[in-house]
T-cell receptor
Framework: KQEVTQIPAALSVPEGENLVLNCSFT??????LQWFRQDPGKGLTSLLL?????REQTSGRLNASLDKSSGRSTLYIAASQPGDSATYLC???????????????FGKGTKLTVNP | SAVISQKPSRDICQRGTSLTIQCQVD?????MFWYRQQPGQSLTLIAT?????????ESGFVIDKFPISRPNLTFSTLTVSNMSPEDSSIYLC????????????FGAGTRLSVL
């Protein structure tokens, strides 16, 4: 059974700091990995998608890496800002739902606070 | 991308009652997904809603507790029946991108508290 773990559960940093969020998964047989941002009352926003054949993806100040063989992904945030404060979720697409589609398995998230 | 509207955004309900959550998508999609996020826990898939057929439920979830309707390709409802405090969660509607099928999109969620 695929399990996704995110460390740390919470992180507080001063503005301007570079930081890394970690995600690990137990089964390397994944289709892709997606990082989301969750803001209270605003649902989930997709940040980056890494296909299983890729090593990393970049979007602005965000860089996500994937090491499928070791079951690890990292989300690097450069020059953090107070607006980056949110919960960051990692999800792997692996296996099948009862409905036959590819299944998303989520971690519990890392709650990030960036202090001005 | 897909824009998903979900309502209500939050509700406080009494034990034993039922709540129906609505999800509207701005484009036609084959599958719509309903997730639950219990406090401090990860998102868990409840069921997949297909237009024209019954929803398919994941292990641990049953139709009597979470009946789902899917009358057309842009709309679905999830009902949380005979609620107890353990049903207090965020419920989220989700779809896969129409063009970018690997990307998952989510509604803002419904925060449910059961007293």
């Amino acid at each position: 059974k695929q399990e996704v773990t995110q460390i740390p559960a919470a992180l507080s940093v001063p503005e301007g700091e570079n930081l890394v969020l970690n995600c690990s998964f137990t089964d390397s047989a994944i289709y892709n990995l997606q990082w989301f941002r969750q803001d209270p009352g605003k649902g989930l926003t997709s940040l980056l998608l890494i296909q299983s054949s890729q090593r990393e993806q970049t979007s602005g100040r965000l860089n996500a890496s994937l090491d499928k063989s070791s079951g690890r992904s990292t989300l690097y945030i450069a020059a953090s800002q107070p607006g980056d404060s949110a919960t960051y979720l990692c999800a792997v697409r692996a296996g099948r739902t009862q409905g036959g589609s590819e299944k998303l398995v989520f971690g519990k998230g890392t709650k990030l606070t960036v202090n001005p | 991308s897909a824009v998903i509207s979900q309502k209500p955004s939050r509700d406080i309900c009494q034990r034993g009652t039922s709540l129906t959550i609505q999800c509207q998508v701005d484009s036609q999609v084959t599958m719509m997904f309903w997730y639950r996020q219990q406090p401090g826990q990860s998102l868990t898939l409840i069921a997949t809603a297909n237009q024209g057929s019954e929803a398919t439920y994941e292990s641990g979830f049953v139709i009597d507790k979470f009946p789902i309707s899917r009358p057309n390709l842009t709309f679905s409802t999830l009902t949380v029946s005979n609620m107890s405090p353990e049903d207090s969660s965020i419920y989220l509607c989700s779809v896969t991108g129409v063009l970018a099928k690997n990307i998952q999109y989510f509604g803002a969620g419904t925060r449910l508290s059961v007293l």
